[in-house]
């Protein structure tokens, strides 16, 4: 049972070196960086910088964790299961200060953080019960033939982790390598490094083997390239935007051709018919967007409303958003935190004004919050045409574009006139307009008369420009796994 919510504004901060081998240790260069507070601007603390040297030495390490005859090698399937509960349960236990060095770092309210850090312990128990349910087939064969197949780890996983949701996705991705038997090197983004370290910590805590998970703080184009580009690296799971995925992509080309999974951005569609539930559909909308200062890559930033209840839909949005408190982290009650960092915020601030000057009407907010952080006011903007760039970029702030639509065909062409196809949802009471826009949409998930739901036991990801692969659910943990056939002759009995 997870303690109350108590959130620490000053959690002390243990661990700011890298973690390989189950040693912290200081980078090979000595080079250090700042992990900046979003919502006064001010320096936490700084932490070790991983870059190629560092990257080079942590994956020899994980290849050896992985090597035939290694301790890793030969648990059985069910001890992963029950270290990864070990990690889990540890996560829970200290829910509190996770939350708290989350929030420090990242800016979203404490109280979200909490409820984040506890998904993510559900995500790594899910993941815990799948170890030991990895399994291959008998497969009938023509002649003498007996066939089967084995299902075996990768071998060495890159995991990189985005600063939006840092407990939630290593998670992911951490659970997925333990239960299929891979080692792994994470790089957590270098905006958000000290809730991976602080985890670092609980798996040695738990018991993992020396080498099985390495954790290196570290730039994109340093230590990320480095990991992306490795040879002794068998697959990237990464998430983030789509440039940084495509060249991922040439890195696997490039290197070894190793697995690449890939969730990356979106630009998602919540359509609203006429006959459905307002408030319902109004709440989703208001809550999926601001939360996480709109940084959230499945935020419903085109909300397309029928006619009939278009303007009295946008009306009561604009209410509502003039409502969303704004503010610190450890603040009661705040619901949307600053953005993540100066390019962030000047990024969104851009995107904001040319919006204005293609001729979008700006109903509300629009401009920096105080003087201090990353703060943007909740935005809404109506009459925006498709090919605005508001309507088409993926802002990553709080920024709402409201458009009106006639018809379940107009709104289909519409909703997927994009190059993303991260997520979807639609609003409605009749059965057959939700099943049709379900099946017509070019989305990864789809969302009926709710948004934003993500289970342990669901795949996740998307379609175009927003990835490769799945993470989630039991079909995703072939991500992580290579497939053997081994074909044996058996005598005839004629």
Request: glycine share 8%; charged share 20%.
């Amino acid at each position: 049972m997870a303690p109350p919510p108590k959130p620490s504004p000053n959690p002390q901060i243990k661990f700011t070196k890298l973690f390989i081998n189950n040693e912290w240790v200081d980078s090979v260069s000595g080079k250090k960086f700042p992990t900046i507070n979003p919502a006064t601007e001010k320096v936490i603390v700084e932490v070790a910088e991983a870059d190629k040297a560092d990257v080079d030495k942590a994956v020899k390490i994980a290849k050896a964790a992985f090597e035939r005859g290694s301790v890793w090698r030969n648990l059985d399937a069910s001890a992963r299961g029950r270290l990864i509960y070990k990690i889990a349960d540890l996560m829970e236990e200290n829910v509190n200060e996770i939350a708290s060095l989350e929030s420090l770092d990242n800016g979203k309210p404490f109280i979200q953080s909490y409820m984040q850090t506890l998904d993510s312990v559900n995500f790594l128990r899910y993941f815990a019960g799948c170890a030991d349910k990895i399994h291959g087939e008998t497969v009938p064969c023509n002649g003498n033939n007996f066939a089967l197949t084995r299902k075996e780890p990768v071998g060495v996983v890159g995991a990189i982790i985005p600063w939006n949701y840092p407990i939630i996705l290593l998670s992911f991705k951490l659970g997925m390598a333990l239960a299929t038997g891979c080692t792994v090197v994470i790089k957590p983004a270098e905006q958000t490094p000290l809730t991976a370290l602080y985890v670092a910590h609980l798996v040695k805590q738990a018991g993992a083997p020396a080498g099985v998970v390495n954790v290196l703080p570290g730039y994109g184009p340093t230590a990320g390239a480095a990991l992306s580009n490795h040879h002794h690296v068998d697959k990237i799971s990464f998430t983030g935007s789509s440039v940084v995925g495509k060249s991922i992509l040439e890195a696997s080309a490039k290197s070894n051709l190793k697995k690449v999974s890939l969730e990356l951005g979106g630009k998602s569609p919540l359509v609203v018919f006429d006959d459905a539930n307002l408030d319902l559909a109004l709440k989703f909308a208001s809550d999926a967007l601001f939360v996480n200062a709109g940084q959230t890559c499945i935020a419903p930033t085109r909300v397309f409303v029928q006619a009939g209840v278009y303007e009295k839909f946008t009306k009561k949005f604009i209410e509502i958003a003039s409502k969303v408190k704004v503010a610190s982290a450890f603040e009661p009650d705040a619901f949307q935190g600053p953005q993540i960092d100066l390019k962030g915020f000047n990024k969104v601030l851009s995107l904001i004004e040319t919006g204005k000057k293609e001729g979008a009407k700006c109903e509300l907010g629009g401009k920096r919050l105080g003087n201090a952080g990353y703060f943007i006011e909740p935005t809404v903007f109506t009459n925006v045409t498709d090919d605005m760039t508001i309507a088409k970029e993926e802002i990553f702030g709080p920024v709402q574009s409201i458009f009106k639509f006639q018809t379940l065909e107009e709104v289909i062409k519409r909703a997927n006139d994009t190059t993303y196809g991260l997520s979807a949802g639609v609003f409605t009471e009749n059965l057959n307009t939700a099943l049709e826009f379900s099946k017509a949409v070019a989305a990864g998930t789809v969302w009926v008369n709710q948004w934003g739901s993500v289970h342990p036991q669901t795949p996740f990801g998307g379609y175009k420009m927003s990835g490769i692969g799945r993470e989630l659910g039991v079909s995703s943990l072939d991500e992580y796994m290579e497939t053997k056939t081994i074909n044996i002759s058996v005598p005839s009995n004629h």
